[in-house]
């Protein structure tokens, strides 16, 4: 109900704050704008100051309902929707401050170099009373706003929320600041790779100089303080390894490495049609390639200037297994873009040959684009998949325990099912065009390009087998050598069940013997002491003989250091005993004690909850990508070959 409430009071407080706000600011300006505001601004003086009268009233009750349950209560000024609220405000207050600075910086700077002041990136349409009027605004909520953040956190103990909404409100100024840096640069790029002179004199060109200036000016100085300010709080843990650094670090380094890949293999294509002729001049070349190179070169420095850190924070996870799974989320999302770029590049060039064969063209224009089109992504996926794939196929392969790790990743498994459910969609795709194809010859004498349509979907079709068959000979591969692997583990891991005397012994080693074959089981019943050389890693007892042993029973326990699995189970009736185990009305204990003890004898960390929240969201993410592109894919390639 509390949360209901904190939603209510701090989502109505935020809306007609914004309301209040801009209507004041729409009421400075209309008063300003001019000396005949009731005839000019009749409209604007009347909707300001609705707005105003409306929101002022609504904003007060709620906010200070808000204020009296935070001064009331310490959960409340610790909620999280408190925190959010408070530094949304930060953010929807800060950003037009910037926005406005921006405008109110590039006017002057357009129209001191006789340029239209109409064309700004941001606010042409403005005056400068208009611009510092929404500074002053702003700034004044932010001051006020901010003193009342700044006393929440003098006074709160309980800081987790705080904390979380503090990391993501800095995290959205770099966002924000890079965003305004990577703009301003494309644009200054494109007016120096503007090569042409005649292209110089061209207006949009020197707007694209004096814009991108201005936003790289104001951008740039926003985004270093912004990720200055992040890197200086690494000094705690819990920034250095929280799950939205890593997200954001992923997301940047993956987006960099995405926009540099796609742009650059423009670039490549501009240069093979260079040099096949279609390209007749070099300037026409740094024409053709000045818009997708302007783009290329500040996405080239995100990927690697947040690749690095990507790895530095890689790097710093303490457990190696996580450690290396993080590597292999990053190694393995590259590899399926290399290896789909390449299959597509694959794809043309062998249409391309079909193409060429049948139609006996010369190398004419539209010839030439498909060829370079499928080079240039041959150029760019190939080389991709072959340094990031070849580096993990080496770690899989390798007969240790990282590699056994590496094998039985749920990563690479991912990565490889994947491979593998495109090559057999694909492929039956594929050979349903390729049916379609030869019935509509058979039945209704199709037959016009009959060789060349056939011999396409041959081509394909071998692309999607080759892809299936190759990725599902690596699975094959995998799993062998993990059986292997896992058997020789299982056998090292010797197991004492203790037996009551009833069916629970029994029970527990055929769950055992049926999960974990080569695993050493000994029955161990209690009218019998263990061996002396029973040296069993993990002992399995029912719930009852863990609570009140025997004391023979007990006395061995005493000596014993190795693990000790308790599975529950109902306290048997008559016993007096008032023990009362929760899940001990079903089978699901049973099924965790083999599950722990598969992990125990693979030299897993033992898990309870399933897979971490944060490796779910990694995959989730992956498969809202990865999984349109794929539809994409094989769609375009079934309405291709229908035409």
């Not at 005949?36 to 003086?45: E, T």
């Not at 406005?100 to 400068?128: D, E, K």
């Not at 498909?370 to 340094?387: E, I």
């Amino acid at each position: 109900m509390r949360t209901v409430r904190r939603l209510y009071f701090y989502a109505v407080a935020l809306i007609s704050l914004e309301v209040v706000l801009w209507g004041l600011v729409g009421l400075a300006r209309s008063i300003l704008s001019s000396l005949h505001v009731f005839q000019a601004g009749a409209s604007q003086l009347a909707q300001a100051l609705a707005l105003v009268l409306v929101g002022v009233p609504v904003f007060a009750f709620h906010w200070l309902m808000a204020q009296r349950f935070a001064h009331r209560e310490a959960e409340e000024r610790s909620a999280g929707i408190r925190a959010a609220f408070l530094y949304g405000v930060l953010l929807g207050t800060l950003i037009p401050v910037v926005q406005n600075i921006l405008a109110l910086v590039n006017r002057p700077v357009l129209a001191g170099l006789r340029l239209s002041s109409t064309r700004a990136f941001v606010g042409g349409g403005q005056l400068w009373s208009d611009n510092l009027i929404a500074i002053v605004m702003n700034l004044l909520v932010a001051f006020y706003f901010l003193r009342i953040l700044q006393s929440d956190w003098k006074v709160i103990e309980a800081r987790e929320n705080y904390t979380n909404l503090r990391r993501l409100y800095r995290w959205a100024w770099v966002l924000y600041g890079l965003g305004l840096t990577v703009t301003g640069v494309d644009q200054v790029l494109r007016f120096l790779m503007s090569f042409d002179a005649t292209l110089l004199s061209l207006d949009f060109q020197q707007y694209w100089a004096v814009n991108g200036m201005v936003v790289t000016l104001v951008g740039a100085p926003l985004w270093a303080y912004s990720w200055l300010t992040l890197q200086r709080s690494l000094s705690d843990p819990a920034e250095r390894e929280s799950f939205l650094r890593l997200g954001l670090l992923y997301l940047l380094s993956l987006t960099g490495a995405v926009v540099t890949l796609s742009t650059g293999g423009v670039v490549i294509d501009s240069i093979l049609r260079l040099l096949f002729g279609e390209i007749t001049s070099f300037s026409a070349l740094l024409q053709a390639i000045a818009n997708p190179l302007a783009a290329c070169i500040p996405f080239l420095g995100i990927w690697l200037y947040y690749g690095h850190w990507l790895r530095q924070a890689m790097s710093a996870v303490s457990d190696a297994p996580r450690r290396l799974g993080l590597r292999r989320v990053y190694s393995y999302i590259l590899s399926a873009l290399g290896v789909g770029v390449t299959f597509l590049g694959l794809a043309m060039l062998l249409n391309f040959l079909v193409d060429l064969f049948f139609l006996r063209l010369f190398f004419g224009a539209l010839v030439l684009t498909q060829l370079t089109a499928a080079l240039s992504l041959l150029l760019v996926g190939l080389p991709l998949w072959l340094l990031t794939w070849r580096p993990m196929q080496a770690e899989a392969l390798a007969l240790d325990d990282s590699g056994d790790h590496a094998r039985r990743s749920l990563t690479r498994k991912i990565y490889l099912y994947l491979a593998l459910f495109a090559g057999v969609i694909g492929g039956m795709v594929t050979a349903v065009v390729l049916l379609n194809t030869l019935l509509r010859a058979i039945f209704a004498n199709e037959t016009a390009d009959l060789a060349q349509q056939v011999l396409k979907s041959i081509s394909i079709l071998i692309l999607f087998v080759g892809l299936g068959v190759y990725h599902g000979l690596q699975l094959g591969r995998d799993n062998r050598l993990a059986a292997s692997a896992l058997s020789a583990k299982h056998a090292a891991f010797p197991v004492l069940i203790f037996d009551p005397g009833d069916s629970f012994g029994a029970q527990v080693q055929a769950a055992l013997q049926k999960a974990l074959p080569t695993l050493p089981i000994t029955l161990q019943h209690l009218s019998q002491p263990p061996a002396a050389d029973a040296h069993p890693l993990a002992v399995v007892l029912a719930s009852e003989l863990a609570l009140d042993p025997p004391a023979e029973l007990r006395r061995w326990l005493e000596g014993y250091s190795g693990v000790r699995l308790v599975i529950p189970r109902p306290v048997p009736p008559g016993t007096g005993k008032t023990w009362l185990l929760v899940g001990e009305s079903s089978r699901l204990p049973l099924n965790q004690a083999v599950q722990t003890l598969r992990q125990l004898a693979e030299g897993q960390e033992v898990r309870t909850s399933g897979t971490p929240a944060w490796l779910i969201a990694v995959y989730v993410v992956a498969a809202v990508i990865g999984a349109p592109t794929l539809v994409s894919l094989i769609g375009s390639l079934f309405f291709a070959f229908l035409q």
